[in-house]
């Protein structure tokens, strides 16, 4: 058994047959898409993968301040930039 990340899944088959309507049918939810009753991919409405990558770069500016948190700092006058 595999397990979905997702509370809706379609076949890929489907999936061909109505792309709107399953995205229509999600209600904005992701869906699992299925190929032989196993996830193959998960359709994602754009909202959530815009909110997705916007919490990757989050995470990646946070492991890059923790790296550099313990550098040598250079003090700066605001006249000199």
Known sequence: ???????????????????????????????????????????VPAAAFEAMMEKIDDIELAKLVKEREKERTIRVAPDEL
Not at 9 to 25: C, F, G, M, Q, R
């Open 1 to 43: 058994m595999e397990l979905l990340y997702t509370n809706a899944s379609v076949s890929i088959s489907e999936l061909k047959k109505n792309p709107t309507a399953v995205i229509e049918d999600a209600d904005g939810f992701p869906v699992a898409v299925l190929n032989h009753n196993k996830p193959a991919a998960y359709l």
